[in-house]
């Protein structure tokens, strides 16, 4: 019995120290303002745009990453309403002004990402994909990450049997920082 008591006050002493962790990681990020004005962009399948900046993405941004249950993590931006070359116009929520959640996880080695996915087109008439991910390559939320935005843009129109698998594509990757504040 003594053993058992020992064991629920090292235990209550241990949960109390864990409950000082932060759950909100507040940054002030900065997204790399030479990408914003000539986007590194990749095509495969069709031609690279000429025109080469992004509209409706502010370079500098508050950044609110939020634990959860079960070491989930989720990530608050500002709104995502983007314009960008070999992409075409992509927003996560319905109303600007207001912040979008994306939900992410850890990665095995370190590091976060936090993925949207949206339909676009009109069934078999055009249909695509977009992809937004915004990768945290820090292996930790410390003072201090550094990471990427990345936004894809699939066509998925049949183009018959021999050309089935190559699919016009094209991606932007724009680098960030970030700096952690307390509010």
């Known amino acids: 019995m003594r053993g058992y008591t020992w064991g629920v006050a090292i235990a209550s002493m241990m949960g109390l120290i864990g409950c000082g962790e932060d759950d909100t990681y507040v ?27 992004v509209e409706g993405l502010e370079a500098q941004q508050r950044w609110r990453f939020q634990r959860g249950e079960m070491d989930s993590l989720s990530l608050e931006i500002p709104h995502v309403g983007i314009t960008a070359p070999g992409i075409g116009e992509y927003s996560i929520g319905s109303m600007e002004g207001t912040p979008d959640v994306l939900d992410g996880s850890a990665a095995a080695g370190g590091g ?26 820090t292996k930790t939320l ?3 990450i550094q990471g990427f935005m990345w936004l894809r843009f699939m066509d998925r129109l049949d183009r018959g049997l021999l050309n089935r698998w190559s699919v016009p594509q094209c991606a932007i990757t724009i680098p960030f920082t970030g700096k952690r504040v307390k509010e």
Do not use: M, W
């Open 142 to 144: 410390d003072d201090t």
């Open 27 to 53: 940054y002030d990020v900065s997204l790399d303002a030479a990408a914003l004005s000539n986007v590194p962009i990749e095509c495969f399948g069709k031609a690279v745009p000429e025109e080469r900046t």
């Open 112 to 137: 976060f990402q936090f993925l949207h996915l949206k339909e676009v087109g009109f069934g078999r008439l055009a249909p695509a994909t977009q992809a937004f991910s915004i990768v945290v390559e």
